[in-house]
């Protein structure tokens, strides 16, 4: 780019900011027919019918003005009510929750409310690719957090205090965990929230996968812990469980004061978030919740096909219990993780993300989603293992 | 574990009892033997494939007859069911609510053929006080199957 008048056009911020490793795989992918994708980080179902047939219907019915800036009331009821159903939990509709354009909007929205320049955030990787990113845009100092496979991915006391330093301000929980599959049981969360009270830590808790873990038993929220409702933003959205990515819209939930600051920004940035997905995700809450466990249920099923697969061709996987990914070690082949992704690719047509793309400790690690059918599951498992039993050769 | 059983194999009749093992996370002797129980209790009845017969280019015709009937004393409308649904040519029989007794799901070659079985064998039965057919046009969904639809995968194929 052409500079004008000496200076640089770009803001060096933003322009200094590292691409996504996933941006350059696509674009490989792009070029391949006969591909056999297992690189989607969305569900593979339709949004349920319900929900569709509530969009249609208020576009009929010309329901296409802004709402408030905040998010529809009923619909910020409707999270509040289904919330306290969930996590028993108590969020005023009005005051602590907001709507937001998918949960990442809510994630930048928490960074810009609550960092001051220097302010340091750790992020517990491997993880989803925003964290980063937002946190430098909003001036503040990403510290990675390694997570270890060892600890199946879960986030240990000892790791967080190691990491604490007198500027630590956030603490990210990205649990159920993408790309690890990994979730934090409440013994774990206790661990944690001790630590963060004890440090004056505000956590963010990105629980964009909440309603999709395969334990047996209800996903765990910190908030559930006594004393961190009060220093935690809950982020969630309506993408994962109820297979809605493209309606883009999440919500945010917290105290009065950060969320006041948070829907201010909001309000300047992106007005509302899309007023006929807000009718459509009241329907998703009030009456879709029966879909949900149904495509929990399918996708237990594909992760039990998988990590069966897996132990037959002795690749090494834990066994994760959340969101709909896995995450396989490839260390004993001797590549790095991008080498061992083209290599699948241009060998077998099957695409896969590596583990490094969601940050360093994600190398020697490939991201596996199943959020397709059984059918095409089965597909890529055989040139899966025609490929890896080459490698071993 | 028989719902879940019951619900992969309402869908896919040919899933084996190894694959439908690995896929509830459990063993294919346990699975084999519930559904071996299944049969035996009349729970599974019989293992159908769901044709488009349009498709397959067959020229067959469904009709569904509403059929009003006097219940007879102390049998109630099952005598008068069974002897319609053991003809061969009777797909289906309910016992409904509402306007109607009986509804009868019937398929032949020809409109003539099913019209010639509701006048010669259905309205000359006893008890049957009025029928009324209904020709099927056309099949959109059946069994929880929507025939038309074949999903293609538009999502794009690397997402983070």
Known sequence: MKEMSGRSLLSRKADSLKPSGIRKFFDIVAEMDDVVSLGVGEPDFDTPWAVRDEGIYTLERGKTFYTSNAGLKELREEICRFLNKRLDVTYDPLHECLVTVGGSEAIDLAF?????????????????????????????????????????????????????????????????????????????????????????????????????????????????????????????????????????????????????????????????????????????????????????????????????????????????????????????????????????????????????????????????????????????????????????? | MREKILSLLERNSRMTAEEIAVLLGSSSDVIENEIRKMEQENIICGYNTLIDWDRAGSDTVTALIEVRVTPQRGQGFDNIAERIYNYPEVQSVYLISGAYDLLVILEGKTLKEVSGFVSSKLSTLDTVLSTATHFILKKYKDDGIIFERKKKDTRMSITP
């Open chain 1, 112 to 393: 810009r409310a609550l960092l001051n320049p220097g302010d340091e955030v750790l992020i517990p990787e491997p993880c989803y690719v925003s964290y980063t990113p937002c946190t430098i845009l909003a001036d503040g100092v990403p510290v990675p957090i390694p997570l270890q496979e060892k600890n199946e991915f879960r986030l240990t006391a000892e790791e967080l205090e190691e990491h604490i330093t007198e500027k630590t301000r956030i603490l990210v929980l990205p649990f159920p965990n993408n790309p690890t599959g990994a979730v934090m049981r409440r013994n774990d969360l206790e661990a944690v929230a001790k630590v963060c009270i004890e440090h004056d830590i505000f956590v963010l808790s990105d629980e964009i996968y909440s309603e999709l873990t395969y334990t047996g038993e209800d996903h765990v929220s910190i908030v559930q812990i006594p004393g961190m409702q009060e220093r935690t933003i809950l982020i969630n959205g309506f993408s994962k469980a109820f297979a809605m990515t493209g309606w883009r819209l999440g919500y945010c939930c917290g105290s009065r004061e950060v969320l006041s600051v948070m829907t201010k920004i909001h309000q300047f940035a992106i007005m509302c978030a899309p007023t006929n997905s807000q009718y459509a995700a009241a329907v998703a809450l009030r009456d879709c919740y029966s879909e949900v466990v149904k495509m929990r249920e399918a996708y237990d099923q594909r992760r039990r096909f998988l990590l069966h697969s897996f132990r037959q061709m002795n690749l090494p996987c834990f066994e994760p219990f959340g969101a709909f990914y896995v995450f396989p070690c490839i260390k004993e082949f001797g590549m790095s993780s991008e080498q061992f992704a083209t290599r699948l690719l241009e060998e077998q047509r099957v695409a896969v993300v590596p583990g490094d793309a969601f940050g360093e400790s994600g190398e020697g690690y490939i991201r596996i989603s199943y959020a397709y059918s059984l059918d095409a599951l089965k597909e890529a498992v055989g040139r899966l293992e025609k490929f890896v039993t080459r490698l071993r050769g």
